[in-house]
């Protein structure tokens, strides 16, 4: 994820690169256009998108932060700041699904988390076109349900589906939220119900139970 500047607007913005196949090059290019077109606070805004031999180069608005998962300089996350980066991400998926759009590689990789400037400083995130940070640590080893052209998931032979974005997504905030410290009885409750509404999205526990 590389600065630079637009030489036709003079706006700083950022360079992302990931490898793609030639058989996906022109789907991936394709699906990351159609994005351009889609707008949420929580998404990246792709603003150009070239195939270049065997990887993609997408050009987006000016990014800050770091992979969520990432191990070397994690942020700092409370239970109420999963819960609220949880309706962000969700909201983020959600805006993509609208537009027709199927991510395919939500994971630790491809979401961004930034502190955020003023008195609260509280942290949110960016849903990002494609993952970021490639061969540094990330404790989501494990949480990487999608693929797509342009991203490296566990379970790589899946077709993306809109159910594996959410899956992605939900593993994220579980990763997160196993990283907050818990503090009395209000937040106890909270992290449990997050927890649980959580974890059915990525296909575990009862999926009929209530949420408190």
Do not use: F, K, N, Y
Request: glycine share 10%.
């Amino acid at each position: 994820m590389a600065p630079a500047l637009d030489t036709l607007s003079g706006a700083r913005v950022s360079v992302l690169q990931a490898p793609v196949s030639p058989a996906e090059a022109g789907e991936a290019v394709t699906r990351l256009q159609r994005w351009s077109r889609v707008r949420h606070a929580h998404l990246a805004e792709v603003r150009a998108v070239e195939h270049d031999d065997d990887r993609l180069v997408v050009v987006c608005e000016l990014l800050h932060g770091r992979p969520a998962l990432d191990v070397r300089a994690p942020l700092a996350v409370t239970v109420r700041s999963v819960h609220r980066l949880s309706t962000q991400l969700l909201g983020a998926v959600a805006a993509l699904h609208q537009g027709g759009i199927v991510h395919g590689g939500v994971s630790g990789a491809s979401v961004l988390l930034a502190r955020e400037s003023g008195v609260r400083a509280d942290v949110t995130v960016t849903l990002l076109p494609v993952p970021v940070g490639d061969g540094e640590r990330r404790d989501d080893e494990s949480a990487r349900p999608g693929r797509s052209g342009a991203s490296s998931g566990a379970d790589s032979d899946a077709a993306p589906s809109r159910d594996g974005d959410v899956a992605g997504a939900a593993a994220v905030l579980l990763a997160l939220l196993r990283r907050a410290p818990v503090a009395g009885l209000e937040e106890s409750v909270l992290a449990e119900a997050l927890t649980r509404r959580l974890r059915r999205s990525v296909g575990e526990g009862d999926p009929h139970a209530r949420d408190v």
